[in-house]
């Protein structure tokens, strides 16, 4: 069984947007907080965007900070990263994550992660 399934990666050019989500099962969704990671070739996986279960909090990495947004729809399981003024430095396979705690900001906090969905930013 596949728990989280990322969707909406592609190839954009340098001050696009994209509109990343991921779909999870319940099991691996409800009352968790959900998070985005990403990862370049040869480097380690970075933290993005984190949201906790009732959406009121939500963190950023430096990096994104201003230009992505994470939301959720909890009736649907799923939740989302909207991308916009990407730069070529964006480009990463990207992950997302769920995790029973509420800090969410390293990799080893999280229980569930999908295969990953990934972002081209040319210049």
Known sequence: Q??????????VQAGGSLRLSCAASTRAFSGYTMGWFRQAPGKE?????????????????????????ISRD???????????????EDTALYYCASTRGRIGVRSNEYEYWGQGTQVTVSS
């Open 2 to 11: 596949v728990q989280l399934v990322e969707a909406g990666g592609g190839l």
């Open 74 to 88: 909890n009736a649907k399981n799923t939740v989302y990263l909207q991308m916009n003024s990407l730069k070529p």
């Open 45 to 69: 996986r970075e933290f993005v965007a984190r949201i906790i279960w009732s959406g009121t909090m939500s963190y950023y990495a430096d990096s994104v900070k201003g230009r992505f947004t």
